[in-house]
Every structure is written in structure tokens, then in C-alpha cells.
Antibody
């Protein structure tokens, strides 16, 4: 059974940093593109970033470029999102997501999410 | 960025009804479109991919159609478990983008 378990969310002040982690199990982690998708409270879904199987390609939505960094450790079956210079607009539930087989942008499995709140 | 527009934003319907949700893309995305269902407090769930392919274990009352810029999600006979919010997503071009959602409510 595919499982994605996020951690690292919490309350942070504007301008602060936070690192999210996602522990993956139930599939061969190193074989799949992985993504982060977020959802502001009461709002819709927003794709944030994704990373290729070997980490050689990474893509971001414009609003987080230069502030967020996606990374992975295939030996630990883990995905990460380093978030710097956080803003109130980054407040959201952040979902770790696994892509569908062979299709980069299709999210087949989702974690339960971790809430990030940016507030003073 | 490709804008995805869903209509309606809210839909009131009864158990047994046939309902259709429309998703329009601001430019052609071929058939690279997915539909997700989300219930309150839960993560989204993939229903349909490549516009019309049904994800494994998703009931056959769900169906998708369309290509290019216009797509539809149809539920042939609403069941109590179907009342939720539905999102379309294009995965043709970065950044991948979602529609704003359609909330399906009980009439």
C-alpha cells in the first residue's frame, strides 16, 4: 500500500524558514517523480514543485521560485521542501504527492498533508 | 500560465441525479487533464486521468470526456458518497494548474 506521511509543518513568522519532510513507503520511491501541492485554508489546490527520480530536474510555480527548494533522498525514501522567506500567502496545507506511472504531472497518490501557518 | 475554469462553482443535486461539471482550459492541453474528488478534511483522490481514463477502483458512474480546451466530468447517478468538491487539473504544461473547484451539495 502506498503511504506518504508529511511532517515539519507548524507556525512560523513572516520571513522565517521551515523544512517539510515526506516519508514514502509501499512503492519503489526512486522510480517516480514526486511533487508538493498546497491548499490555502478554504481555497483550491495549487501545484508547488516537482522533482525527477534522480533529482536532476526540478520545477517550481513562479510564486515560490528562489524561496523554496524541493529535494529528495532515495536512500531514505524521503522527499523534502525547504521553505525560506515565508510569507502570509504561503499559509496552507502542504501535500506530498506521487505521480502516476510515467506521467510527470499526474498526481496518483496524496499524503494527508501538513499545515504551515505563516503569521506574527 | 494555463488558466483552468470550472463551471459551475456550486452545484445542488439529489441522490440519483445525473450531473455534469465543465472545465475549460485557456489554451489547448490535448487530453492531459485529470479530475480529483476532495472531501472535507481529506486529501484529494484521483478519479479520471487523460481526460477519460477511469482510475482503478473508481466507480463506473464517473466518466470524463473532452480534448483540447473543453472537458466534462459526469456522474451518471449521484450517490450519497459523491457529495464533495471536484477539481480539474491540467498536466500538459508547467506550471501545472487546477480549476477553482466545484462543490457538489445535496439539494
Amino acid at each position: 500500500e502506498v503511504q506518504l506521511v508529511e511532517s515539519g509543518g507548524g507556525l512560523v513568522q513572516p520571513g522565517g524558514s521551515l523544512r517539510l519532510s515526506c516519508a514514502a513507503s509501499g512503492f519503489t520511491f526512486s522510480s517516480y517523480w514526486m511533487s508538493w501541492v498546497r491548499q490555502a485554508p478554504g481555497k483550491g489546490l495549487e501545484w508547488v514543485a516537482n522533482i525527477k527520480q534522480d533529482g536532476s530536474e526540478k520545477y517550481y510555480v513562479d510564486s515560490v521560485k528562489g524561496r523554496f527548494t524541493i529535494s529528495r533522498d532515495n536512500a531514505k525514501n524521503s522527499l523534502y521542501l525547504q521553505m525560506n522567506s515565508l510569507r502570509a500567502g504561503d499559509t496552507a496545507v502542504y501535500y506530498c504527492a506521487r505521480t502516476g506511472g510515467g506521467v510527470v504531472g499526474l498526481v496518483e497518490y496524496w499524503g494527508q498533508g501538513t499545515l504551515v501557518t505563516v503569521s506574527s | 500560465d494555463i488558466q483552468m475554469t470550472q463551471t459551475p462553482s456550486t452545484l445542488s443535486a439529489s441522490v440519483g441525479d445525473r450531473v455534469t461539471i465543465t472545465c475549460r482550459a485557456s489554451q489547448s492541453i490535448s487530453r492531459w487533464l485529470a479530475w480529483y474528488q476532495q472531501k472535507p478534511g481529506e486529501a484529494p483522490k484521483l478519479l479520471i486521468y487523460k481526460a477519460s481514463s477511469l482510475e482503478s477502483e473508481v466507480p463506473s458512474r464517473f466518466s470524463g470526456s473532452g480534448s483540447g480546451t473543453e472537458f466534462t466530468l459526469t456522474i451518471s447517478s449521484l450517490q450519497p458518497d459523491d457529495f464533495a468538491t471536484y477539481y480539474c487539473q491540467q498536466y500538459n504544461t508547467y506550471p501545472y494548474t487546477f480549476g477553482q473547484g466545484t462543490k457538489l451539495e445535496i439539494k
